[in-house]
């Protein structure tokens, strides 16, 4: 039979043996000598996501996450594959951090606006619809929260960053790549490496088409975090080489959480979503 345990306190009887109070988290204190098995300490946090008012650490092995609020220069510290960065907070007691994922086209400069993913191919067959899953890289922002006004002042990432071009070499555009395989559900992942996709991809031609990529436009992501990094999107096929795609503000299952949009915090003009318009192919 397993054993039962109650939570219990352990407190002090000015000498005589200890009692316990059941209830509390155990606390170990001098007069409960040899019961510190007893005693669990807090789990470290799974992820680095979500609200941080107060301190908070964050350890693996490529990515160290440090916010010291204690004494009269509160500091922020992140060391990312090697990266090491210290800046000094001159922040409230009210300020709090959020560190949430970003729109994946910011490193190592922000040079791209689109995120290609690129996927084994697809035959669909006319009015045929599918929703596959697919992996997309994580890039995370970190942001101080003061009121209703949110600031990033530092993004990082485990992913090195690949680029392409989608369209002709002078009036194509250029693109984050990533190359990720097709699963019928969504897939494992580590969180501040990679997130899941559910792409519904829809087939309005009149014949068959092939498909094996798809093309967005960043500043319309809509990023969700939970027990994953993810989010829905579309890409309605109209021809044998156009489609167009957008994303949803349904969040995924296990995803309840939204992020924070990095164009929005930046205070930089959105563009009316519309789609993004795939002139260039989809294979």
């Known amino acids: 039979m397993s054993p039962f345990f109650m939570p219990i306190r352990i407190c002090p009887t ?14 170990y204190i001098p007069e409960a000598r040899g019961l510190h098995h007893l005693y669990h300490p807090p789990k470290p946090p799974l992820f680095v996501f979500g609200l941080h008012p107060g301190d908070f650490s964050y350890a693996e092995k490529d990515l160290t996450i440090t916010i010291d609020r204690s004494g009269p ?17 001159a922040i409230s007691p009210e300020a709090a951090i959020i560190i949430s994922p970003v729109e994946p086209v910011n490193l190592p400069v922000e040079i791209a606006h689109h995120l290609e993913i690129v996927f084994p191919l697809i035959v669909m067959q006319p009015g045929e619809s599918m929703a596959v899953n697919l992996k997309f890289p994580v ?3 970190v942001f101080l929260q003061t009121g209703m006004d949110t600031s990033v002042f530092d993004i990082f990432s485990l992913n090195p960053s690949k680029y392409s071009l ?6 194509g555009l250029i693109t984050r790549y990533y190359h990720s395989d097709i699963y019928s559900e969504p897939p494992e992942t580590d969180p501040h490496r990679e997130g ?3 792409l519904t991809i829809a087939n309005h031609y009149t014949g068959a088409v092939e498909v094996s990529r798809a093309v967005f436009e960043c500043h319309a992501m809509k990023l969700f975090y939970g027990s994953h990094v993810g989010m829905n999107a579309r890409m309605e096929i109209s021809s044998s080489a156009i489609a167009v795609t957008s994303f949803e503000e349904t969040p995924p299952a296990e995803c309840p959480t939204r992020g924070i949009d990095l164009y929005s915090s930046r205070k930089l003009p959105i563009i009316p979503e519309r789609g993004f318009y795939m002139d260039s192919g989809v294979v």
Do not use: A, H, Q
Not at 14 to 27: C, I, L, R, T
């Open 139 to 141: 890039e995370i922002g």
């Open 166 to 171: 989608y369209g002709k070499p002078v009036t």
């Open 14 to 27: 000015g000498g005589k043996n200890p009692f316990f109070v059941p209830g509390d988290s155990p606390e």
């Open 196 to 198: 899941v996709m559910t």
């Open 73 to 89: 220069s509160p500091r922020y510290e992140r060391e990312c594959t090697g990266n090491r960065i210290r800046k000094i907070l």
